[in-house]
């Protein structure tokens, strides 16, 4: 008899479920732990996307370079007489180059920041790619290049060396590594282009031709951590939101920065 009283001693012991109090513990340790993990896993994601966004802008930028090298030096430029092929915002790309440089070897997705995901797919960017057939790409990606709609003069580049600025009765001699030729397309509302404002601002949601808004890549909420830049020397690198001024004129259009 006393075995037996055992063996249900411990039966009954091996059954027994979780009281309300300890399944309330284990939650709490999972959501305590998820709530640690998930915002490193977001970081690291965000890493992941500003590096293969820093590929492609490398990719892009020397694709330009090499473009130039075999046009006497001169970049792409928009035909300023012409709207259908100039376009109209600062990431729009003249279409014969566009199909120049995919001939040479590039991807079309290469054109594209990985950080406007999930909203913007590689059905999307394929979309915008041949958004005005014959007459401009639309990219994810912004370029200073010549006679591009909206852009001010003082950012736009003619050729792969840097050309004298005008500033007033001065002339102003940048230099290449700190000139920008591509940047990542942080863009606000039309009108929204006061740097002491931007905080305000909305850089999540810019209606636009296409079916979905724009959005900007790289985003710490609903303000933008920053973005790439290629220089006109080839190298990319990262600048701060902080740091970004407005680059367009055009009080119609979305304001672009970087």
């Given at each position: 008899m006393k075995r037996t009283s055992r063996k249900r001693a411990l039966f009954s012991q091996a059954g027994r479920a979780f009281t309300l109090i300890e399944l309330l513990v284990v939650i709490a340790i999972i959501a305590i732990l998820a709530a640690m993990l998930l915002p490193a896993l977001?970081?690291?994601?965000?890493?992941?996307?500003?590096?293969?966004?820093?590929n492609n802008q490398k990719q892009f930028t020397?694709?330009?370079?090499?473009y130039a090298y075999d046009n006497k030096d001169y970049l792409p430029t928009h035909e300023a007489t012409d709207a259908?092929?100039?376009?109209?915002?600062?990431?729009?790309?003249?279409w014969d180059v566009g199909m120049t440089l995919l001939r040479n070897g590039t991807e079309y997705k290469t054109y594209y920041c990985p950080g406007t995901e999930p909203r913007f797919t590689e059905a999307d960017w394929l979309a915008l790619w041949n958004f005005a057939t014959n007459n401009y790409h639309v990219l994810g990606y912004a370029m200073t290049l010549?006679?591009?709609?909206?852009?001010?003069?003082?950012?736009?580049?003619?050729?792969?060396?840097?050309?004298?600025?005008g500033i007033g009765p001065l002339?102003?001699?940048p230099v290449a590594t700190d000139r920008v030729l591509i940047a990542d397309a942080?863009?606000?509302?039309?009108?929204q282009d006061d740097a002491s404002m931007r905080s305000s601002y909305n850089f999540t949601s810019v209606p636009g031709g296409y079916s979905k808004p724009h959005t900007s890549p790289h985003l710490n909420g609903a303000l933008?951590?920053?973005?790439?830049?290629?220089?006109?020397?080839?190298?990319?690198?990262?600048?701060?939101?902080?740091?970004?001024?407005?680059?367009?004129?055009?009080?119609?259009?979305?304001?672009?920065?970087?």
């Amino acid at each position: 008899m006393k075995r037996t009283s055992r063996k249900r001693a411990l039966f009954s012991q091996a059954g027994r479920a979780f009281t309300l109090i300890e399944l309330l513990v284990v939650i709490a340790i999972i959501a305590i732990l998820a709530a640690m993990l998930l915002p490193a896993l977001a970081q690291a994601k965000e890493r992941a996307k500003r590096t293969q966004c820093k590929n492609n802008q490398k990719q892009f930028t020397l694709a330009l370079i090499m473009y130039a090298y075999d046009n006497k030096d001169y970049l792409p430029t928009h035909e300023a007489t012409d709207a259908g092929s100039q376009g109209y915002w600062v990431w729009d790309f003249p279409w014969d180059v566009g199909m120049t440089l995919l001939r040479n070897g590039t991807e079309y997705k290469t054109y594209y920041c990985p950080g406007t995901e999930p909203r913007f797919t590689e059905a999307d960017w394929l979309a915008l790619w041949n958004f005005a057939t014959n007459n401009y790409h639309v990219l994810g990606y912004a370029m200073t290049l010549a006679n591009t709609a909206s852009l001010a003069a003082s950012n736009q580049n003619t050729k792969i060396y840097p050309q004298p600025i005008g500033i007033g009765p001065l002339s102003v001699m940048p230099v290449a590594t700190d000139r920008v030729l591509i940047a990542d397309a942080t863009l606000s509302l039309p009108g929204q282009d006061d740097a002491s404002m931007r905080s305000s601002y909305n850089f999540t949601s810019v209606p636009g031709g296409y079916s979905k808004p724009h959005t900007s890549p790289h985003l710490n909420g609903a303000l933008p951590a920053g973005g790439n830049q290629g220089m006109l020397d080839g190298h990319i690198e990262w600048r701060r939101f902080q740091l970004f001024d407005v680059r367009t004129v055009n009080a119609g259009d979305p304001t672009f920065w970087w």
